[in-house]
């Protein structure tokens, strides 16, 4: 079974610039979270969506958007990029919210803003 | 304000030593702590978890502490091998609306030397 896939895999932006990026997640997950990991402030939940919808969202600026599709593939966008959004994006996938020990990460995506 | 607190940043061990990491919380609503082991240009992968009405858990050369009234719990390795050389997060993890929401430590980085 793959794993989960995000893309791209690296990302070079401007400052003010907007970036989309992609996870597709394991074949019967309907749960997919996101997250960022940065070294100053380590890893953090930025959302969590499950069937289309969202249901979680961290402590982040509203630049920060998500959405899933109906075949639960996902997409956050980060508009208005600022030089504090350069970090590394995860993007996890579970079969239910409920079941965190079937959570299953991503790579993750580097976005290094410019 | 950290919830999870994490130590120690990093950590070298010889090989067949015992490799430990700590962390405390501070919010009693957490009731899920997975430890999660991340090698270079990968994502987080789950190792270990434990729920807070049991004091221990073992799994083959790795084994979880949990002291609930000190509000602490703690990754042991056995036997540490060169192949365990990784950074290690800790997550105390909150159930909001049927999801876990994790709030993960800074990380350790565990060198393990042959």
């Known amino acids: 079974k793959a794993g989960v896939t995000q893309t791209p895999r690296y990302l070079i932006k401007t400052r003010g610039q907007q970036v989309t990026l992609s996870c597709s997640p394991i074949s019967g997950h309907r749960s997919v979270s996101w997250y960022q990991q940065t070294p100053g402030q380590g890893l953090q939940f930025l959302f969590e969506?499950?069937?289309?919808?969202?249901?979680n969202k961290g402590n982040f600026p509203g630049r920060f958007s998500g959405r899933q599709f109906s075949n639960s593939r996902s997409e956050m966008n980060v508009s208005t990029l600022e030089l504090g959004d350069s970090a590394l994006y995860l993007c996890a996938s579970s079969p239910d919210p409920g079941l965190p020990s079937l959570q299953y990460f991503g790579p993750g995506t580097r976005l290094l803003v410019l | 304000q950290q919830q999870v607190k994490q130590s120690p940043q990093s950590l070298i061990v010889q090989k067949g030593g015992i490799s430990i990491i700590n962390c405390a919380y501070e919010?009693?609503?957490?009731?899920?702590f997975p430890w999660y082991q991340q090698f270079p240009g990968k994502g987080p992968a789950l190792l270990i978890a434990?729920?807070?009405?049991?004091s221990e858990k073992k799994e083959g050369r790795f084994t979880i502490s949990f002291n609930k009234s000190a509000k602490q719990f703690s990754l042991h390795i056995m036997d540490s091998q060169p192949g365990d050389s990784a950074t290690y997060f800790c997550?105390?993890?909150?159930?909001?609306?049927?999801?876990?929401?994790?709030?993960f430590g800074r990380g350790t980085s565990l060198i393990v030397h042959p």
């Open positions: 434990i729920r807070p009405d049991v």
């Open positions: 969506y499950f069937s289309e919808t969202q249901r």
């Open positions: 919010n009693t609503a957490f009731d899920y």
């Open positions: 997550a105390a993890s909150m159930r909001i609306g049927g999801s876990y929401i994790p709030t």
